[in-house]
């Protein structure tokens, strides 16, 4: 047998941190169905007074194991260990380098109200895992309450062609700017366009402002190697209007979580209530629609305000296979006294 020692992420906030050892070891458990080898025991271990995450296989990892585990959100070193017992000796692993856009893009933007990066990161790490997709296929996600971008900054980290749809034409137009800023100070080669994706006349057009773009000179002469990213200011439940169906391998978004405003209706006015299950109820539809054959839905929301049972029944209404069995019912954590924050995980089967 072998055995690995994670070290966690140090940059986590406060409140993040505090959770973050329950969140790592639910999805290093998500990741070791993935491995080549198999997973004996997933656990905790004191070294010298620094906490290490532990892993402990049937053999050693491959370079693709390696590469699976680099991304892991909360993964900031992976050592092998000498011997019977940790302090017999540590070895660092080179870790692989998976970035097509350097992470700091999730991190240099700052707002009220934005979600932690590396619980963003995770989601984005479950929905692949939990999928029939892998980081080497061409992924196309999908954020369908995109905010400001936070999701669809992990994507293009990841290599992945993103979209959103957001309601809310300031984010959309925040966004749109920010992103071409990162691309011309970063000297990405890149277009920016504008297209009508729905709409029979421009009074009633919903546009995609889209880019592609690529991290090097050599790639991006080639159209078929860009990667894109397109934005929309429009309504989700629409969304099946806007994309192609069976177009998108996975869709992750962050739910208004029920505190400042409520969930916003096809009338782009507030609906006044708090629960996002309803929401679900009338997006779902569309979403199922644009996803593809295994694709997955992995949604964040406050359980305080809807409870994981009431969403996962929405989801079984539409024929998706919601993953409720460990390791997918570990993510549930407090973020402060009025929100008690989760994940859902559905898959189109």
Request: glycine share 16%; proline share 0%; aromatic share 10%.
């Given at each position: 047998m072998m055995k690995y020692l994670i070290l966690q992420y140090p940059g986590h906030n406060r409140v993040y941190y505090n959770v973050a050892a329950q969140l790592a070891v639910s999805e290093l458990s998500i990741a070791a169905k993935r491995l080549s080898v198999k997973c004996q025991k997933i656990d905790f271990e004191d070294v010298?007074?620094?906490?290490?995450?532990?892993i402990t296989l049937d053999d050693e990892l491959s370079t693709e194991d390696i590469a699976i585990l680099s991304r892991l959100s909360f993964v900031f070193a992976i050592f092998n260990q000498f011997g019977l017992h940790a302090d017999d000796g540590l070895a660092p692993i080179p870790m692989a380098n998976f970035q097509y856009i350097d992470s700091k893009i999730s991190t240099i933007q700052k707002y009220a109200g934005k979600t932690n990066e590396l619980f963003t990161k995770m989601m984005v790490n479950v929905a692949l895992l939990a999928s029939d997709f892998t980081y080497d296929d061409t992924i196309s996600l999908l954020d369908p309450v995109a905010?400001?971008?936070?999701?669809?900054?992990?994507?293009?980290?990841?290599?992945f062609n993103a979209f959103g749809v957001e309601i809310e034409n300031k984010s959309v137009h925040e966004n749109q700017i920010f992103f071409k800023k990162y691309l011309q100070n970063e000297r990405y080669k890149f277009t920016a366009d504008k297209r009508m994706v729905h709409g029979k006349s421009k009074k009633d057009a919903i546009y995609m402002h889209e880019f592609e773009y690529a991290n090097s000179k050599e790639a991006f002469k080639n159209k078929e190697d860009r990667k894109q990213l397109?934005?929309?200011?429009?309504?989700?439940?629409?969304?099946?209007?806007?994309?192609?169906?069976?177009?998108?391998n996975l869709i992750v978004g962050d739910l208004p979580y029920g505190i400042a405003h409520g969930n916003t209706g096809a009338n782009k006015a507030t609906t006044g209530t708090r629960d996002p299950s309803e929401l679900i109820a009338s997006c779902l539809p569309a979403w199922k629609a644009v996803l593809k054959k295994g694709g997955t839905i992995v949604l964040a929301w406050n359980s305080f305000v809807a409870p994981k049972q009431k969403l996962a029944d929405i989801f079984k209404e539409h024929g998706l296979k919601v993953l409720t069995k460990a390791p997918y019912d570990g993510f549930e954590h407090m973020v402060d006294k009025s929100i008690k924050r989760d994940i859902i995980v559905a898959k189109k089967l």
């Open positions: 010298c007074g620094v906490r290490y995450i532990t905010g400001r971008g936070t999701t669809l900054n992990e994507a293009t980290v990841y290599g397109g934005l929309i200011n429009g309504n989700s439940q629409d969304a099946d209007k806007y994309f192609k169906k069976n177009s998108i």
